[in-house]
C-alpha cells in the first residue's frame, strides 16, 4: 500500500510539472476560460486527453519511440506547433470580450475541446515531456503512477479556469485585457520559439 502511494505521490508532482508552467496550453485555458468555467475546463480536457494519447502511444512503442527522440524529422513537429500557436495567437489578439452564456455554450465547450486536444497533439513541449520525462518514468513506476499523474492534471484543469473566473467577477474588463495580452503574447512568443527550433533542428549537421 506505501508502495502504491509513493508512485501516486510521484505521479501527482510529474503531472503538475506538465500542467502548471506557463505556457501555451495554459494561456489558451485562461482565454477560454473568460467565457465560463466551462469552457476554460473543455480547452483542458482536451489537453489532458492528448497527454493520454501521449501515454498509450509510449506504452505500445516504448523502443520505437525512445529510438526515434533524436531525431531531425521531429522539426515537423516544431513547425506544425508553431503555425498552430501563431494562428490561435491572432485569433486572441482580434476578439471581443465575451458576452457570456447564449444558446450554442455547450457546442463552443466541445470546440474549446478539440481545440485543446489539437493543441496538446502539436505541442512540441508536450510531446517533448512525453519523451522525456514520460518514457522515463514509465519505466520507473507502475500503474499508480499513471492514477497520480492524471489526478494532478484533472485538479490543474478545473482549479486553473476557476481563478480566472474569480478575476473575471471582481474586474471583468481589467481581467479581459490582462489574460488577452498574457494570452496572445505567450502563444506568439512559443510560436516564434518553436520555428526557431525547427530551423535548428534542420539546419544541424548529421
Known amino acids: 500500500m506505501s508502495q502504491a502511494l509513493a508512485q501516486i505521490a510521484a505521479g501527482m508532482a510529474l503531472g503538475y510539472s506538465l500542467a502548471v508552467?506557463?505556457?501555451p496550453m495554459?494561456?489558451?485555458i485562461a482565454s477560454w476560460?473568460?467565457?465560463s468555467?466551462?469552457?476554460g475546463t473543455a480547452v483542458g480536457a482536451g489537453a489532458m486527453t492528448a497527454d493520454f494519447i501521449f501515454m498509450l502511444i509510449t506504452l505500445a512503442f516504448y523502443q520505437e519511440v525512445l529510438a526515434a527522440v533524436g531525431s531531425r524529422y521531429t522539426a515537423i513537429i516544431y513547425f506544425a506547433g508553431s503555425f498552430f500557436l501563431l494562428y490561435i495567437a491572432y485569433r486572441i489578439a482580434v476578439s471581443r470580450p465575451p458576452e457570456g452564456g447564449g444558446g450554442r455554450a455547450a457546442e463552443r465547450a466541445v470546440k474549446g475541446y478539440?481545440?485543446?486536444l489539437s493543441l496538446g497533439l502539436v505541442n512540441p513541449y508536450q510531446l517533448g515531456w512525453w519523451l522525456t520525462v514520460g518514457l522515463s518514468s514509465i519505466s520507473s513506476f507502475g500503474?499508480?503512477?499513471a492514477l497520480g499523474l492524471f489526478t494532478a492534471i484533472s485538479t490543474w484543469i478545473v482549479s486553473f479556469p476557476a481563478a480566472v473566473r474569480a478575476g473575471w467577477r471582481l474586474n471583468s474588463r481589467g481581467t479581459w485585457l490582462a489574460i488577452k495580452v498574457f494570452s496572445a503574447t505567450t502563444l506568439a512568443a512559443f510560436g516564434a520559439f518553436f520555428v526557431y527550433q525547427g530551423i535548428n533542428l534542420l539546419t544541424k549537421p548529421i
Open 21 to 23: 508552467p506557463p505556457g
Open 26 to 28: 495554459n494561456a489558451l
Open 33 to 35: 476560460a473568460l467565457k
Open 37 to 39: 468555467l466551462k469552457h
Open 114 to 116: 478539440l481545440l485543446g
Open 143 to 145: 500503474v499508480y503512477w
